[in-house]
């Protein structure tokens, strides 16, 4: 299986998830409001956000341990693979550990920050220290997950995180018919991530018994090495949660627990929307690193245009569907008094687009080698955001925070960015606009601006007519904006694929869009 068509399966798998809980959440988050509650709901969204942040205990070793374990196995070093997963293992247990002890420090503060009541913390305690408890468990186990990610089991991976998602789903429903409320939530969210890190295991031990055979005790000299790797990809990650997982906290902070509520529902299908336009180029990035290390500065350049493209062409698709039917859809969803406004809701899309354009820098930067300075300009954006934050929230109100996103991402993180991205492949600001800008304003921004003023016009309709309005808005701008989508290989090989076997030859006429120039 090539690295493309691996590429492609990864995507594949991803939407396929994606699509599903899509449609599963527009049925059960009303059936969540419904029986939490929006109150307690919008404490348990900042409750969750706690948590997120001290998952980031973990100093970035799970997301290196793929890398490792995928150039040693490239290299056929089976002895090498072992040192890195007894190696991962230890330090995953010091994470956890780590993690414990974060855990109960901000339990500490959360009530004070958040203005919880003793029955709001006694509500909240129990299923938050539950999740607690399962995650500090399955950290060091989630090693072996990282393992089959790195040998590229690709298939088995998607199965299982398909898998993993459902019996979340099953388990929510059930447990909130029973009237568990937020425990329905914890263990929805707790157990089938532990059950998954047990079956990889059983994969694991199936399909390479001699990484799991003559495990000895670790190197401190390997330990130490994938925390020092880790870290600077864990320096972007906070940068990231900071960007992402604040404004239920800001917002609490003013003590308006219900803004959480009403800006979680207006933003959930531009974020999802955002989360499904970055896979293809996520799926790619081992190719792309495999390229630079050929040597071939024209072909790299070629490649990473591509990729940047692909990038910013899905996300103003992702904007198109929110300009266009945002509004029904979230009256339709869970009610009119859910939706922000349509200024927030234009400040969302615009969101999109920029952070799709910081991720794609981030991330392709960080492939070719600049991880600390990607690391270190993501923290410091992550940090002003929050404190922009802050002052626009106190200022102008709910508006004020998507708005501190944008600023900052737009302002100080990409520019910040294209230094190091220009360095690497000699793609100056100046030599983007032609490659990238250029076609993708060419494209993208008249179906922008028809889609905003569509959007206006039908904010009435209700929600069996605003899910096809969206899908039309998407299909539109798919087949305007092709050239850019089609040019980057795993996009063209998924739909290639798919579509070889109903045999419509214009349609894979279609797709044929360019030359994929990454292999």
């Known amino acids: 299986m090539s690295r493309t068509h691996r590429a492609s399966v990864t995507a594949a798998f991803a939407y396929m998830q994606f699509g599903l809980s899509i449609v599963v959440g527009i049925v059960l988050v009303p059936f969540v409001l419904h029986r939490v509650g929006a109150g307690l709901y919008g404490f348990w969204l900042a409750s969750g956000e706690i948590l997120s942040y001290a998952a980031m205990a973990d100093l970035g070793i799970l997301g290196i341990v793929p890398w490792l374990v995928a150039q040693a196995d490239g290299r056929g070093d089976r002895e090498e693979i072992r040192r890195i997963l007894t190696a991962g293992f230890s330090a995953a247990l010091i994470v956890s550990v780590l993690y414990t002890g974060i855990v109960l420090t901000l339990w500490l503060l959360l009530p004070g920050v958040l203005h919880l009541t003793p029955s709001d913390r006694e509500a909240v305690a129990g299923p938050l220290a539950f999740i607690a408890c399962v995650t500090a468990v399955v950290l060091p186990l989630r090693v072996v997950n990282a393992a089959l990610g790195g040998l590229q089991d690709v298939r088995f991976m998607g199965t299982l995180a398909a898998s993993t998602w459902a019996l979340d789903v099953v388990i929510t429903v059930v447990m909130l018919l029973q009237g568990h409320k937020l425990w329905a939530l914890a263990v929805g969210a707790s157990v089938p991530p532990f059950l998954a890190v047990i079956v990889a295991a059983i994969r694991l031990r199936r399909i390479a018994p001699d990484l799991v055979r003559g495990i000895h005790r670790p190197a401190r000299a390997d330990v130490a090495r994938l925390f020092r790797e880790g870290f600077a990809g864990w320096l ?51 190719g792309l690193a495999q390229l630079s290390g050929e040597g071939h500065r024209e072909r790299l350049q070629a490649a990473v245009s591509a990729v940047l493209c692909l990038y910013v062409a899905l996300a103003a698709g992702a904007a198109c569907v929110l300009l266009a039917a945002n509004q029904p859809f ?139 309005l969206g899908v039309v808005a998407a299909g539109t701008y798919v087949v305007i904006a092709r050239r850019l989508i089609f040019a980057y290989a795993p996009v063209a090989e998924m739909f290639r694929t798919r579509l070889a076997g109903l045999r419509p030859a214009a349609m894979l006429a279609w797709a044929r869009a360019a030359r994929p120039p990454v292999q």
């Open 236 to 286: 972007g990650g906070w940068g990231w949660r900071l960007a992402a997982a604040t404004d239920a906290i800001v917002i609490a902070s003013l003590g308006h627990p219900v803004w959480i509520t009403v800006l979680a529902m207006t933003s959930k299908l531009g974020h999802m929307l955002m989360q499904m336009s970055w896979v293809p180029g996520d799926s790619g990035l081992v």
């Open 330 to 468: 979230v009256a339709g969803w869970v009610g009119g008094q859910y939706f922000a406004g349509p200024a927030i809701n234009g400040v969302l899309a615009a969101l999109i687009l920029v952070a799709s354009a910081v991720h794609a820098l981030a991330t392709v930067t960080s492939v070719l080698g600049k991880r600390l300075r990607v690391g270190v300009i993501m923290l410091m954006s992550g940090v002003l955001q929050v404190m922009l934050a802050l002052v626009l929230g106190r200022r102008y109100g709910l508006i004020g925070i998507p708005v501190a996103a944008l600023i900052t991402q737009a302002v100080f993180a990409v520019p910040l960015l294209l230094a190091p991205l220009a360095a690497l492949t000699g793609l100056t600001p100046r030599a983007l606009v032609p490659a990238v800008a250029g076609p993708w304003a060419r494209y993208s921004l008249p179906m922008l601006a028809f889609c905003a003023a569509a959007g206006i016009v039908v904010r009435d309709v209700p929600l069996w007519a605003a899910i096809p």
